[in-house]
T-cell receptor, first 114, second 112 residues
């Protein structure tokens, strides 16, 4: 069974440029999460989807971050414009449902903003 | 405010030594999980504990959930270089369905 797929794995951009990350969850997993992780720290939730509905986006900086999961399968996270402080690893995870706390993570996208 | 406090934050030991990592909170969790993350990869789930006082073993790793479901520990016996990584605990709050609270992690380095 394929795991959570993320692309790109690495991205280097200049500040004020836009960037987008893509995630394909494990087949059959209804819940999808986007996390931000700084080096040596635990992941911090940005947004959680149940199918195509964003059920928790309270930690998403909505002035510059946006996300979508149009068909309830894969998802895109966008930053526009990027700032230096956005440099981090962006992790995508999925689980069977919102009552299933066992989350499966993708390898992440390491973003560097210069 | 960190809801889940992990200690120590960094640990560097020699191969063959034992170690314990702690995950503490003043809040009750309905379940608690431990993940290991290697450089350049996402966290990988090691175990889920749901019952107060529960002990689970995974080869040389022993996980315990506190009786009051507010804390947990991870003990590694005879650590090996392959155990090197970032260890994360994550808890599910009874009142917040679907959301995991992660600790800040413990970076473990096992030297050969």
């Amino acid at each position: 069974e394929a795991g959570v797929v993320q692309s790109p794995r690495y991205k280097i951009i200049e500040k004020k440029q836009p960037v987008a990350f893509w995630c394909n969850p494990i087949s059959g997993h209804n819940t999808l999460y986007w996390y931000l992780q700084n080096l040596g720290q635990g992941p911090e939730l940005l947004i959680r989807y149940e199918n195509e509905e964003a059920v928790d986006d309270s930690q998403l900086p909505k002035d510059r971050f946006s996300a979508e999961r149009l068909k309830g399968v894969d998802s895109t996270l966008k930053i526009q414009p990027a700032e230096l402080g956005d440099s981090a690893v962006y992790l995508c995870a999925s689980s069977l449902g919102q009552t299933d706390y066992e989350q499966y993570f993708g390898p992440g996208t390491r973003l560097t903003v210069t | 405010t960190q809801l889940l406090e992990q200690s120590p934050q960094f640990l560097s030991i020699q191969e063959g030594e034992n170690l314990t990592v702690y995950c503490n909170s003043s809040s009750v969790f309905s379940s608690l999980q431990w993940y290991r993350q290697e450089p350049g990869e996402g966290p990988v789930l090691l175990v889920t504990v749901v019952t107060g006082g529960e002990v689970k073993k995974l080869k040389r790793l022993t996980f315990q959930f506190g009786d009051a479901r507010k804390d947990s520990s991870l003990h590694i016996t005879a650590a090996q270089p392959g155990d090197t990584g970032l260890y994360l605990c994550a808890g599910a709050r009874p009142s917040n369905t679907g959301k995991l609270i992660f600790g800040q992690g413990t970076t473990l380095q096992v030297k050969p």
